[in-house]
């Protein structure tokens, strides 16, 4: 399907570009409750391929703002859906992209996301009250990104992270829960973003995150599973933040990505000769630039934006 070795920036930029304006694609309808993250998602592989001018974005910028509910401070994952934080945290990410994060209500959505801290430092996702570590990463992204974590309970929130942690030094979705390298991600990102990575037994995680390489190169989430290109993001960044990124083979898992390619067509799948989706496109370019992979941007392992965004919100004069 990919050509080992070559990245075909040109034709996944079209395919982006394009796949936003099929509106009615099977692809377009089933992500219909989650357009806000892929507005993310594609957004974001646009600019790490230094082409995020292809969008206008005074257009990405209004239709972002459509989401938003001002009566709660929460974004919704499409206009007319309900609030939730992970489409709040799509939302910022992709005001930080443009820029734009002039035209937000920071002390609102901080509201809205600190209403939402529970007693034992957990987060719920909406009003309706699922609790998973995946929520308690972007509620802190989100207010870190905001400059307004000093709005919830940290002490609070990375004690309940830390008690995710397992025996085998992974974390969960819940205390008890079975490690997962997506879990992981939230884990150390969350610990990485508010200064408590002393509590990651870096040797045993990182152990752990690089037994994830399967023979084909690719990574996978948990043992026993099939590779993914989405895990070159999960497995990746956290391997970073632990500093044991040269545990696995970096170049074996360049050619697994490069060959889930659609070289015809653009975009990446999740293994080869599957179906493309922005998702994976996303994840791929961006496990390509936890590598270094030539023309590809940098891009920040914990706040999972190019590293000239994330410099330019918190290395440039608040406001």
């Known amino acids: 399907m990919g050509e080992e070795g070559e990245l075909a920036a040109e034709k996944h930029v079209r395919y982006i570009v394009t796949a936003e304006k099929k509106k009615d694609s099977f692809e377009s309808l089933v992500m219909e409750h989650l357009r806000a993250s892929g507005a993310y998602w594609g957004l974001t592989t646009l600019d790490l391929l230094h082409k995020l001018d292809a969008v206008d974005a005074a257009e990405v910028v209004d239709w972002i703002m459509s989401c938003y509910h001002p009566g709660s401070g929460g974004f919704g994952g499409n206009v007319g859906h309900d609030p939730h934080v992970l489409y709040t945290l799509s939302a910022v990410q992709v005001l930080c992209l443009f820029d734009r994060l002039d035209v937000l209500d920071a002390d609102k959505i901080a509201d809205y996301i600190t209403g939402l801290q529970n007693e034992d430092g957990s987060f719920s996702g909406d009003i309706w009250g699922e609790v998973d570590t995946r929520f308690s990463y ?62 990651v037994d870096r040797d045993l995680l990182g152990w752990w995150l690089c037994e ?108």
């Open 138 to 199: 972007i509620s802190i992204c989100t207010l870190s990104l905001l400059h307004r974590l000093h709005k919830i309970n940290v002490d609070k929130a990375v004690e309940y992270i830390v008690s995710c942690k397992n025996l085998d030094g992974g974390f969960g979705a819940m205390p008890g829960g079975e490690s997962h390298a997506g879990q992981i991600f939230c884990c150390v990102g969350a610990l990485a973003i508010t200064g408590s990575l002393h509590h």
């Open 212 to 319: 994830r390489q399967c023979r084909d190169g690719g990574l996978n989430g948990r043992p026993e599973k099939l590779a993914d290109v989405c895990y070159s993001w999960w497995v990746l960044s956290s391997l970073i933040i632990i500093d044991r990124v040269h545990w696995i083979d970096k170049e074996k898992l360049a050619k697994f990505i490069l060959n889930c390619q659609d070289m015809g067509n653009g975009g990446i799948s999740d293994r080869p000769d599957n179906a493309v989706d922005i998702y994976h496109t996303y994840f791929g370019v961006a496990g390509l630039s936890l590598m270094e992979y030539p023309g590809v941007k940098p891009i920040d392992p914990a706040y999972a934006l190019p590293l000239d965004v994330v410099n330019r919100i918190f290395l440039t004069k608040q406001q």
